[in-house]
């Protein structure tokens, strides 16, 4: 009798995903809804004569019978005599019973559709827990007519709590995909600047000031933000055009000519390479936002199958907001992370932030600047600039700042950093200096940001940080995909959801939870860094800023970098240091 409202509920479950846009009728994970009425059917045949079977046998003994003791369930206790109260006792019983098993069946619904949305478990271990959630039903609801309801109760009540406690997980990190999935938009600010001594406190306090831009650095936002000070201050503003940020940042220290600029926030930085106190010089009396979205060709690959490519992106942020990641801002970590889902080989390739290579800004100025640089134009302007490096074809990309990985590290429960070398980190590194043993170290969060952010105990310097660097990514991967993580779930979920920006699909993220889950082979991670030679007073074409100190990354470097990726996108597994020291 239930079958029929089983089936008409598995085509309306399927018909709401479909008219939604979901991945189809025909999706396994849908499919396996049509086996389950299958099956469905079967257990109620089963059950029906089961049930047949056990009234028979009751009604017999004259034992239990629903519709006849039901009748006592609200009359007075005084009015009934003992035989009566018996039953008025068992009627109670199998209400308590009913709405129990109701419950269970509610929460193992919202569960069961919960799944089949994240869609992150193995087909075998997604139908074994349909028919064993379906099979416990049945049990706890047919107990309720026999002597054994109690047990069916107690099985009911902690079903129901461990199906709602996974029930909150999974809703948990089914918001943290729809998070994750918000980065398709970046933020662009604009700033209006004037000296720190300046008596200036708003625009209308500058409306008469003499406004300059950079012609060369500014996008279109600039321009809006033009018409945004002429219309706030009803004032017509012409900003004198500069070409570079020399002259235009003495014009203003001058404060004759120009005693106001607009810029990008992004630019911050890029002006402090000249203008070392640059930020302490100045004040901002208005700021804009402009919200853009990140224009990056649609990846269609089948993460469970196709070999991928994923750009981290470490920005120069010192807190973790989201409206940090979200705006353009220096890259400072640049690590391509190739991954073959069918050997389970990555490799991680880090290229040093100061690699003096051919970048484009948003209006398309393009020459050589440093790579660092091309973040403060946009992600897509750093994926850009690396694809042309190495010929290759980044799917996706991952936003991520120092404190970001702190917190996530903590949640994992600290990780396993490899250090090259023996080494003791600096102030500037963190305000503990802590010792670094050649090998295995074990660090909490603080400890491992000090582990990457130190450059000045190293005679490479920057190119051992960006080495130090990839270790740690190294070790958030090996520690995230190990059994322990499941310990730190709730912990690292709610970390995750406000550290990371991504535009990776959600689904992209369920199929390789559920590669994971599938098959737990360790994954063979392979790291190797750019190095390159250190240069000083060169020209930043894009930027134009001039004395900069630059590195010119070795072509041999990247040769070896390219055909590394290629070997791991072909399904080649190796090792690294093995294929160095062989005759390629």
Same mark, same amino acid.
């Given at each position: 009798?239930?079958?029929?409202?089983?089936?008409?509920?598995?085509?309306?479950?399927?018909?709401?995903?479909?008219?939604?846009?979901?991945?189809?009728?025909?999706?396994?994970?849908?499919?396996?809804?049509?086996?389950?009425?299958?099956?469905?059917?079967?257990?109620?045949?089963?059950?029906?004569?089961?049930?047949?079977?056990?009234?028979?046998?009751?009604?017999?003994?004259?034992?239990?019978?629903?519709?006849?003791?039901?009748?006592?369930?609200?009359?007075?206790?005084?009015?009934?005599?003992?035989?009566?109260?018996?039953?008025?006792?068992?009627?109670?019983?199998?209400?308590?019973?009913?709405?129990?098993?109701?419950?269970?069946?509610?929460?193992?619904?919202?569960?069961?559709?919960?799944?089949?949305?994240?869609?992150?478990? /193995?087909?075998?271990?997604?139908?074994?827990?349909?028919?064993?959630?379906?099979?416990?039903?049945?049990?706890?609801?047919?107990?309720?007519?026999?002597?054994?309801?109690?047990?069916?109760?107690?099985?009911?009540?902690?079903?129901?709590?461990?199906?709602?406690?996974?029930?909150?997980?999974?809703?948990?990190?089914?918001?943290?995909?729809?998070?994750?999935?918000?980065?398709?938009?970046?933020?662009?600010?604009?700033?209006?600047?004037?000296?720190?001594?300046?008596?200036?406190?708003?625009?209308?306090?500058?409306?008469?000031?003499?406004?300059?831009?950079?012609?060369?650095?500014?996008?279109?936002?600039?321009?809006?933000?033009?018409?945004?000070?002429?219309?706030?201050?009803?004032?017509?503003?012409?900003?004198?055009?500069?070409?570079?940020?020399?002259?235009?940042?003495?014009?203003?220290?001058?404060?004759?000519?120009?005693?106001?600029?607009?810029?990008?926030?992004?630019?911050?930085?890029?002006?402090?390479?000249?203008? /070392?106190?640059?930020?302490?010089?100045?004040?901002?009396?208005?700021?804009?936002?402009?919200?853009?979205?990140?224009?990056?060709?649609?990846?269609?690959?089948?993460?469970?199958?196709?070999?991928?490519?994923?750009?981290?992106?470490?920005?120069?942020?010192?807190?973790?907001?989201?409206?940090?990641?979200?705006?353009?801002?220096?890259?400072?970590?640049?690590?391509?992370?190739?991954?073959?889902?069918?050997?389970?080989?990555?490799?991680?390739?880090?290229?040093?932030?100061?690699?003096?290579?051919?970048?484009?800004?948003?209006?398309?100025?393009?020459?050589?600047?440093?790579?660092?640089?091309?973040?403060?134009?946009?992600?897509?302007?750093?994926?850009?600039?690396?694809?042309?490096?190495?010929?290759?074809?980044?799917?996706?990309?991952?936003?991520?700042?120092?404190?970001?990985?702190?917190?996530?590290?903590?949640?994992?429960?600290?990780?396993?950093?490899?250090?090259?070398?023996?080494?003791?980190?600096?102030?500037?590194?963190?305000?503990?200096?802590?010792?670094?043993?050649?090998?295995?170290?074990?660090?909490?969060?603080?400890?491992?940001?000090?582990?990457?952010?130190?450059?000045?105990?190293?005679?490479?310097?920057?190119?051992?940080?960006?080495?130090?660097?990839?270790?740690?990514?190294?070790?958030?991967?090996?520690?995230?995909?190990?059994?322990?993580?499941?310990?730190?779930?709730?912990?690292?979920?709610?970390?995750?959801?406000?550290?990371?920006?991504?535009?990776? /699909?959600?689904?992209?993220?369920?199929?390789?939870?559920?590669?994971?889950?599938?098959?737990?082979? /360790?994954?063979?991670?392979?790291?190797?860094?750019?190095?390159?030679?250190?240069?000083?007073?060169?020209?930043?074409?894009?930027?134009?800023?001039?004395?900069?100190?630059?590195?010119?990354?070795?072509?041999?470097?990247?040769?070896?970098?390219?055909?590394?990726?290629?070997?791991?996108?072909?399904?080649?597994?190796?090792?690294?240091?093995?294929?160095?020291?062989?005759?390629?």
């Amino acid at each position: 009798a239930c079958a029929p409202y089983a089936f008409c509920f598995i085509i309306l479950y399927n018909t709401i995903y479909a008219v939604s846009g979901s991945k189809g009728i025909f999706h396994l994970p849908y499919f396996s809804l049509f086996l389950q009425h299958i099956v469905l059917n079967c257990l109620m045949f089963v059950f029906k004569l089961y049930y047949k079977s056990m009234r028979k046998k009751v009604m017999a003994k004259n034992t239990f019978s629903v519709k006849n003791d039901m009748q006592y369930l609200f009359k007075p206790k005084v009015s009934l005599s003992k035989i009566e109260r018996k039953k008025k006792r068992r009627a109670w019983a199998f209400a308590i019973g009913s709405v129990l098993v109701l419950i269970q069946l509610v929460l193992t619904v919202l569960f069961l559709l919960k799944m089949f949305k994240l869609d992150i478990l /193995p087909f075998k271990y997604l139908f074994m827990i349909n028919i064993i959630l379906i099979l416990l039903v049945l049990y706890d609801f047919t107990s309720q007519f026999t002597k054994s309801h109690i047990l069916g109760k107690l099985i009911s009540v902690m079903l129901s709590c461990l199906i709602l406690f996974t029930y909150l997980f999974a809703a948990k990190f089914d918001s943290v995909l729809d998070k994750l999935g918000a980065a398709n938009v970046e933020i662009d600010i604009v700033d209006v600047c004037v000296l720190s001594n300046d008596k200036a406190q708003n625009l209308n306090d500058a409306a008469n000031y003499k406004f300059a831009i950079n012609s060369t650095a500014s996008n279109a936002n600039i321009n809006t933000s033009i018409e945004s000070i002429s219309s706030e201050t009803g004032k017509t503003i012409k900003p004198t055009e500069y070409t570079n940020w020399s002259n235009l940042v003495n014009a203003l220290y001058d404060n004759k000519n120009v005693q106001a600029i607009v810029i990008n926030h992004s630019m911050m930085s890029i002006i402090s390479q000249e203008f /070392p106190d640059f930020e302490d010089s100045i004040k901002i009396i208005k700021t804009y936002e402009y919200k853009e979205k990140v224009e990056l060709d649609a990846s269609n690959v089948n993460v469970k199958r196709d070999p991928f490519i994923i750009y981290v992106s470490g920005i120069s942020s010192d807190d973790g907001e989201d409206t940090k990641l979200a705006s353009k801002a220096l890259s400072d970590v640049n690590i391509l992370a190739v991954i073959n889902p069918e050997t389970k080989q990555v490799l991680l390739v880090t290229t040093p932030r100061d690699s003096y290579i051919k970048i484009s800004n948003s209006s398309g100025v393009t020459g050589y600047d440093k790579l660092a640089h091309a973040g403060s134009y946009g992600v897509d302007k750093s994926i850009e600039a690396l694809e042309n490096l190495y010929g290759i074809n980044i799917d996706y990309y991952v936003k991520i700042n120092f404190a970001g990985s702190q917190a996530v590290i903590d949640a994992l429960g600290g990780i396993t950093i490899e250090s090259e070398i023996e080494f003791t980190n600096g102030w500037e590194a963190a305000p503990v200096s802590y010792h670094f043993v050649q090998g295995a170290n074990e660090c909490d969060g603080e400890k491992a940001i000090a582990f990457a952010r130190e450059r000045k105990a190293f005679a490479a310097g920057d190119f051992q940080r960006g080495r130090n660097q990839t270790a740690v990514i190294k070790g958030i991967i090996q520690k995230a995909t190990s059994p322990a993580i499941l310990t730190r779930y709730s912990a690292v979920m709610d970390t995750v959801s406000d550290m990371f920006l991504t535009n990776i /699909p959600s689904s992209a993220i369920s199929d390789l939870v559920k590669l994971q889950l599938s098959n737990s082979t /360790p994954w063979n991670i392979q790291t190797y860094s750019i190095s390159g030679k250190t240069d000083e007073y060169r020209h930043l074409e894009v930027s134009n800023v001039y004395g900069a100190s630059i590195v010119l990354p070795y072509e041999e470097d990247i040769s070896t970098a390219t055909k590394l990726m290629n070997k791991v996108i072909a399904g080649e597994t190796f090792d690294v240091d093995t294929y160095l020291n062989s005759d390629n």
